[in-house]
């Protein structure tokens, strides 16, 4: 295929999005479609050039394989190199294993697949896996090593039906990307058979499945459609709008930019060919992989200072980008040359060398532990709690549906005592870790429980995180068990944002109507890391205020407005954080070394007992109150 300046341009209107929305620069919201940008691209170019030479007999898998080597490992293994060192220095035992999972993972290509089955609810945050960003390269090496295999058996057994092949594949991914976002969208984020849409529809426009416009008119409608769907979607997008809709806008703006230019420069083809974009472009590999880890290792602490001001924000840029030209520079263009003088068993063998070696020192990573002798003891037990287990507490998968898969327990969870008063616990996690400690602060109250992940205890729905789960347990609750089953108390709890707050007081309204007696427990407070990380590095950093100065801000104001709305509709509001705060100051441990949260927010055992019988004494006080009047 022949040099096109405009694609490189076009890697620079992916790559900038995907900097600024990780940097948290405002006004890009939907930065992160830059990576479907980039699929779209890699579909085009790279089945373009197989298709090319496979028709004129001079396609080589060995050479394919070669070149895909020299133009991704190189820059990768040394992001990985140094991304270790840091990891090594800062990573809390646990965290060092987890780090050593994620690199044998991305050096094996199967980084996607690791981050789509531990990416779970409980999981540290995005801001604290150096190598989250591996799992779109991920994605496409396996792209890489299915592509031309499936192409060369297409083009031997069908030569003349082989242009549907990807068509075909865009069809049937689409629709299992479609179905599979309705149960689990982690899988749909990550998972290959669900991205492989956003490829095929590159690699129709390279085989020329797609017509492509001819005359200037046309082709300049075409660009200028791709690149307003483009900034549109960048732009005005943000996560909450549905995946696919962002993904599929973005494809398609990033497919409509390339057809625009495919039989001559169209304007949005000249634009994108102007000699800033194409120099962005050129360096975009290398400024993907280096942003996110320089991104992660800022905001823990390491490189200058944890504030994310506009002057940080620009040194995080400004750095990425001279290490990436660097990069580029002193790694990828050197290495790329090497396919024309070095043969390829010392590529393959290199390169096989390099990946064992990883491997192996991931592998002594999980002998030693994590090498906890790094850190003081008690750094080292505090640390342990970013691998709590929390199952058994929030009843996971009988009383706690954490995935689709499970099935509620109603035997189990809501089991009524007639010989005891019955309350029933409903929300989303935030009321699954209350349980236990409510269950063991009231022996004399049967405590049942009804929640589910990200499931608000609503009547009706409306929640933007509502799930299929979820309305399926809230109607069994409020629509059937309610309606046929007499309990005491009725206790709403959940993870509450502002937006919840409407939702709360038309279901209020209605379990009043019902003549049901309600009472809510309010927000927790919440860190914007998890609490056993800024303990530990409380006592690293000699910085006894860490943890409160890395509280979510706005949760005391959200609970005073709940308060209000509460009493205004005449249920029982228990201010949960009140039940742990005192004058601005939270408590952070439950005892001796035990945090109360074992992530940015849910409770661990000790917390939850502790917390719940703060919340017992409330509740007693609530209940006297009542039965004076």
């Known amino acids: 295929m022949k040099y096109r300046a405009d694609i490189d341009g076009l890697r620079a209107l992916a790559v900038v999005p995907v900097v600024l929305y990780h940097v948290g620069v405002p006004g890009f919201g939907g930065g992160f479609v830059g990576v479907d940008i980039f699929f779209v691209i890699s579909g085009y170019l790279i089945c373009g050039m197989i298709d090319a030479d496979i028709r004129d007999g001079s396609f080589s898998l060995g050479n394919f394989y070669q070149r895909r080597i020299l133009r991704i490992l190189p820059a990768l293994f040394v992001m990985l190199l140094v991304t270790s060192v840091l990891a090594y220095v800062y990573c809390l035992p646990v965290e060092l294993v987890d780090f050593s999972k994620s690199l044998a993972s991305a050096v094996g290509s199967v980084a996607n697949v690791y981050f789509a089955q531990t990416a779970g609810y409980f999981d540290g945050p995005a801001e604290t896996m150096p190598l989250l960003h591996t799992w779109s390269l991920g994605v496409e090496e396996q792209f890489y090593f299915i592509a031309p295999l499936l192409m060369l058996l297409v083009y031997r057994l069908v030569p003349r039906r082989a242009k549907l092949l990807f068509a075909v594949v865009a069809v049937l991914s689409l629709a299992a990307a479609i179905a599979m976002t309705t149960r689990n969208l982690t899988f749909a984020f990550y998972l290959a058979p669900f991205r492989a849409w956003e490829l095929a529809l590159g690699a129709m426009l390279a085989v020329g499945f797609v017509p492509v416009p001819e005359s200037s008119f046309w082709k300049n409608c075409c660009g200028i459609a791709g690149l307003l769907l483009l900034f549109g979607v960048i732009l005005l997008g943000s996560a909450t709008v549905p995946l696919l809709v962002m993904t599929s806008l973005a494809s398609v703006g990033a497919a409509l930019v390339i057809a625009s230019s495919e039989s001559g420069p169209s304007m949005a083809g000249r634009l994108l060919s ?339 019988r703060r919340l017992a004494v409330a509740f007693g006080k609530k209940l006297a109150r009542a039965n004076d009047i």
């Open 274 to 612: 102007l000699p800033s974009l194409v120099a962005i472009g050129l360096i975009s590999y290398s400024w993907y992989l280096w942003h996110w880890p320089l991104i992660v290792f800022q905001r823990t602490d390491m490189l200058f200072g944890l504030e994310q001001t506009g002057s940080v924000k620009l040194t995080l840029i400004t750095l990425s980008v001279g290490i990436a030209y660097l990069s580029w520079k002193l790694i990828e263009l050197p290495f790329r040359s090497l396919a024309r003088r070095t043969s390829r068993a010392v590529i393959f063998g290199a390169a096989s060398a390099s990946m064992a070696s990883v491997f192996v020192l991931c592998g002594l990573v999980f002998v030693l532990k994590g090498a906890p002798s790094r850190f003081p003891g008690r750094v080292v037990q505090i640390g342990a709690y970013l691998n709590y287990d929390s199952s058994a507490e929030f009843r996971t998968g009988r009383c706690f549906l954490l995935t689709h898969r499970q099935q509620f327990d109603a035997e189990t969870c809501l089991k009524v005592d007639p010989a005891r008063p019955n309350y029933l616990l409903v929300g989303d996690s935030h009321a699954a870790h209350l349980w236990f400690g409510l269950a063991a602060a009231l022996p004399d109250v049967n405590v049942m429980q009804a929640t589910a992940s990200l499931c608000r205890p609503a009547v009706l729905p409306g929640s933007r995180h509502d799930t299929s789960t979820c309305r399926r347990l809230m109607e069994r609750v409020f629509n059937d068990f309610l309606v046929n089953n007499k309990v005491d108390k009725v206790l709403l709890a959940a993870s509450w944002k502002d937006e919840d707050l409407p939702i709360l007081s038309t279901t209020l309204a209605i379990l009043k109507s019902r003549g049901v007696d309600v009472t809510v427990l309010g927000p927790i407070v919440e860190y914007d890391t998890a609490l056993p990380r800024l303990l530990v590095d409380e006592i690293l950093l000699d910085n006894p205020s860490h943890a409160r100065a890395r509280r979510r801000p706005g949760i005391r104001e959200r609970d005073l407005a709940m308060s209000r709305l509460v009493t205004a509709q005449g249920a029982t509001y228990l201010s949960v954080y009140d039940a742990m705060c005192r004058d601005d100051r939270c408590d952070e441990f439950a005892e001796a070394d035990v945090p109360m949260q074992f992530d940015a927010g849910h409770l661990t055992a000790k917390g939850a007992a502790e917390l719940g």
